[in-house]
């Protein structure tokens, strides 16, 4: 028992409701809302420290044991999850002190995005399948909110089209659930992993596998991403920014547990399926970044090909594999997080997002423009920043595998992200300053301090990646090994 | 009994993907409800319907119903209800601030 494991889950919530007593005092419910993410940050470290040292940290919520109870269980792979996480959301948030008018700020913007913290950080800790598809719900109650904030016409339009497209997927996912409890009477993990033991993974349980993989793909934006250019244009820079970061990471965090833990006995169609899927991803994600010229649809479209990217290391069902994968996931969430934190910024100066229409920044923003160059390399993969770690073990695990083709089509999309995004570099950035100073429609100041502590991260990330290679390799020692797992779920009292 | 719940729920799952494919919006909010209904009905289905006595200590017999299914459900319909508020209330801003509830209209421009 750790009583520390859910404070991860306590302390966003609590920040979040407290703040809704002080509706019109917007200073004390920033500093609220920072102390909140700092204090859940520091509990995610000390996490990730005493996992390092004492293994998996498990609580049985109010004493109640597995698998009668509900279990909170932070395993490695979950805390680095949930430390990049705070990191990520504390930047998002302060992005959005000066990103965000004043009349959202009035209606709740900080406790929603508190609450849409605490879902995502009870996602990643859960040791129980029907608690994960509550926190699913906390987090997607709290993301329609957030994304149909403002009221303008875009944004109603695309809520209506998210939420439909959440709530049939929700259904299919408790569906999903009553299947697998027919079959094997349970929704503890650590016990749904024992008995899918037991009795052998089957044509049945497989089948109901890949229903999980529907669900979680469309959450996850595997394939069915259909959704998510539209939706994730519509709010204000810095909620896009924590959606891009968090949402879909959530449904892969999801994917990986479930077909590591439970449905890990015929790779040989779950995880070919996965990596077909995340082929076809990374391809149509890929053509879409390079066919639009709007910032926002081509930074909408590069979140889909990295989870297409991501999804092809776990499909891969190897080791070494999965730690790229795992290792590439960290890597997103922050990259992710910063050129959704720069794009926004580049939008709200220019005052289009029409990439014909923008030019020139970076004579008065030179800050911006670097950074962006940064980032931009990060994403495709340019050593020695962090994304280049993720993706050689990726790679290397695809050519032992065999699975050649698909490591081209990684390769090619990777160009065309590359591509992409230097097209948004050059096309904004460079050329001619068509705007003066006084023309600007926002000064683009605010992203200094977001954008600088994401972009040291992603420099530290791969530069001291052997460092932090040695946590996520115990975070895959689990994933692989799923008795250490169910042990420390059924020993520790 | 446990065959004819599958039936029924197949026929709301039915209802409810007719509905959602229809162009109102409205119809497309009851639509979703319906279909929540319809995988509400299959959850409790599918732990077996009752099997035997109250889950209490006190009730002498052999067999109990289980009890877990019925506080899943519990759960999944305080959320679907939930969801269908907010959205029956953001159809009707959409439908204020837009103008129509038709979704062939709500498509949008390339342009905003």
């Given at each position: 028992?750790?009583?520390?494991?859910?404070?991860?889950?306590?302390?966003?919530?609590?920040?979040?409701?407290?703040?809704?007593?002080?509706?019109d005092?917007?200073?004390?419910?920033?500093?609220?809302?920072?102390n909140?993410?700092?204090?859940?940050?520091?509990?995610?470290?000390?996490?990730?420290?005493?996992?390092?040292?004492?293994?998996?940290?498990?609580?049985?919520?109010?004493?109640?044991?597995?698998?009668?109870?509900?279990?909170?269980v932070?395993?490695?792979?979950?805390?680095?999850?949930?430390?990049?996480?705070?990191?990520?959301?504390?930047?998002?948030?302060?992005?959005?002190?000066?990103?965000?008018?004043?009349?959202?700020?009035?209606?709740?913007?900080?406790?929603?995005?508190?609450?849409?913290?605490?879902?995502?950080?009870?996602?990643?800790?859960?040791?129980?399948?029907?608690?994960?598809?509550?926190?699913?719900?906390?987090?997607?109650?709290?993301?329609?909110?957030?994304?149909?904030?403002?009221?303008?016409?875009?944004?109603?339009?695309?809520?209506?089209?998210?939420?439909?497209?959440?709530?049939?997927a929700?259904?299919?996912?408790?569906?999903?659930?009553?299947?697998?409890?027919?079959?094997?009477?349970?929704?503890?993990?650590?016990?749904?992993?024992?008995?899918?033991?037991?009795?052998?993974?089957d044509?049945v349980?497989?089948t109901?596998?890949?229903?999980?993989?529907?669900?979680?793909?469309?959450?996850?934006?595997?394939?069915?991403?259909f959704?998510?250019?539209?939706?994730?244009?519509?709010?204000p820079?810095?909620i896009?920014?924590?959606?891009?970061?968090?949402?879909?990471?959530?449904?892969?965090?999801?994917?990986?547990?479930?077909?590591?833990?439970?449905?890990?006995?015929?790779p040989?169609?779950t995880?070919?399926?996965?990596i077909?899927?995340?082929?076809?991803?990374?391809?149509?994600?890929?053509?879409g970044?390079?066919?639009?010229?709007?910032?926002?649809?081509?930074?909408?479209?590069?979140?889909?090909?990295?989870?297409?990217?991501?999804?092809?290391?776990?499909?891969?069902?190897?080791?070494?594999?999965?730690?790229?994968a795992?290792?590439?996931?960290?890597?997103?969430?922050?990259?992710?997080?910063?050129?959704f934190?720069?794009?926004?910024?580049?939008?709200?100066?220019?005052?289009?997002?029409?990439?014909?229409?923008?030019?020139?920044?970076?004579?008065h923003?030179?800050?911006?423009g670097?950074?962006?160059?940064?980032?931009?390399?990060?994403?495709?993969?340019?050593?020695?920043?962090?994304?280049?770690?993720?993706?050689?073990?990726?790679?290397?695990?695809?050519?032992?595998?065999?699975?050649?083709?698909?490591?081209?089509?990684s390769?090619?999309?990777?160009?065309?992200?590359?591509?992409?995004?230097?097209?948004?570099?050059?096309?904004?950035?460079?050329?001619?300053?068509?705007?003066?100073?006084?023309?600007?429609?926002?000064?683009?100041?605010?992203?200094?301090?977001?954008?600088?502590?994401?972009?040291?991260?992603?420099?530290?990330?791969?530069?001291?990646?052997?460092?932090?290679?040695?946590?996520?390799?115990?975070?895959?020692?689990?994933?692989?090994?799923?008795?250490?797992?169910?042990?420390?779920?059924?020993?520790?009292? | 009994?446990?065959?004819?719940?599958?039936?029924?729920a197949?026929?709301?799952?039915?209802?409810?993907?007719?509905?959602?494919?229809?162009?109102?919006?409205?119809?497309?909010?009851?639509?979703?409800?319906?279909?929540?209904?319809?995988?509400?009905?299959?959850?409790?289905?599918?732990?077996?319907?009752?099997?035997?006595?109250?889950?209490?200590?006190?009730?002498?017999?052999g067999?109990?119903?289980?009890?877990?299914?019925?506080?899943?459900?519990?759960?999944?319909?305080?959320?679907?209800?939930?969801?269908?508020?907010?959205?029956?209330?953001?159809?009707?801003?959409?439908?204020?601030?837009?103008?129509?509830?038709?979704?062939?209209?709500?498509?949008?421009?390339?342009?905003?």
């Open positions: 028992m750790n009583n520390l494991v859910v404070f991860p889950i306590l302390l966003p919530l609590l920040s979040g409701i407290s703040m809704f007593f002080f509706r005092r917007i200073r004390l419910q920033r500093k609220v809302a920072v909140g993410l700092l204090a859940t940050l520091a509990v995610s470290l000390i996490l990730v420290g005493m996992i390092a040292q004492n293994g998996v940290q498990v609580l049985h919520i109010g004493g109640w044991e597995a698998p009668f109870g509900i279990t909170l932070a395993d490695m792979f979950a805390a680095l999850l949930l430390t990049t996480a705070s990191i990520v959301s504390l930047a998002c948030l302060i992005y959005a002190f000066h990103s965000t008018d004043e009349a959202r700020e009035k209606f709740y913007t900080y406790p929603f995005l508190m609450l849409l913290v605490c879902g995502v950080n009870g996602s990643f800790l859960t040791g129980d399948l029907f608690n994960l598809f509550v926190f699913y719900e906390v987090m997607l109650i709290a993301s329609y909110v957030l994304l149909s904030l403002g009221g303008s016409k875009i944004q109603l339009r695309e809520t209506i089209k998210y939420i439909a497209i959440n709530i049939v929700s259904m299919l996912f408790v569906i999903a659930i009553a299947y697998l409890y027919a079959v094997v009477g349970t929704l503890n993990m650590a016990h749904l992993s024992e008995r899918v033991a037991e009795i052998g993974q044509g349980i497989t109901i596998s890949l229903l999980f993989l529907l669900v979680f793909g469309l959450k996850a934006s595997l394939f069915l991403y959704w998510l250019p539209g939706s994730y244009s519509a709010p820079p810095a896009a920014a924590i959606f891009a970061a968090l949402l879909t990471k959530v449904g892969i965090y999801s994917i990986i547990r479930m077909f590591t833990l439970v449905f890990y006995h015929h040989e169609v995880h070919t399926i996965m077909w899927l995340a082929a076809l991803t990374m391809i149509l994600g890929a053509i970044a390079i066919a639009h010229w709007d910032v926002k649809k081509i930074l909408n479209y590069n979140v889909i090909v990295s989870v297409g990217f991501i999804v092809f290391g776990i499909g891969l069902s190897h080791a070494d594999a999965l730690s790229g795992l290792f590439y996931l960290l890597h997103d969430m922050i990259a992710k997080a910063l050129i934190i720069l794009g926004g910024a580049m939008i709200s100066i220019a005052g289009t997002h029409n990439l014909r229409e923008i030019s020139g920044l970076i004579s923003h030179p800050a911006l670097w950074l962006f160059f940064l980032v931009a390399l990060a994403l495709a993969g340019i050593p020695p920043l962090s994304g280049f770690v993720g993706k050689v073990m990726i790679l290397q695990g695809g050519v032992e595998k065999q699975f050649y083709s698909v490591v081209v089509i390769l090619i999309t990777s160009l065309m992200v590359l591509y992409s995004v230097m097209k948004i570099f050059i096309n904004g950035f460079w050329g001619e300053t068509i705007l003066s100073e006084e023309e600007e429609k926002s000064t683009g100041r605010g992203i200094l301090i977001p954008g600088s502590i994401l972009a040291a991260l992603i420099i530290l990330l791969g530069i001291g990646a052997d460092w932090a290679m040695v946590y996520v390799e115990q975070a895959v020692e689990v994933l692989v090994n799923p008795s250490i797992y169910i042990n420390a779920v059924f020993t520790q009292p | 009994m446990e065959t004819f719940m599958t039936i029924v197949g026929i709301l799952l039915t209802i409810g993907t007719y509905l959602v494919l229809s162009r109102s919006l409205l119809r497309i909010i009851l639509g979703l409800s319906i279909f929540s209904h319809g995988a509400h009905l299959m959850l409790l289905t599918m732990a077996g319907l009752k099997q035997g006595a109250a889950p209490l200590v006190g009730e002498q017999t067999t109990y119903t289980d009890p877990l299914p019925q506080a899943l459900i519990l759960t999944s319909i305080v959320i679907s209800f939930a969801l269908t508020a907010f959205f029956l209330v953001l159809g009707y801003r959409t439908y204020v601030e837009l103008g129509t509830d038709d979704m062939r209209e709500l498509r949008g421009e390339n342009d905003e």
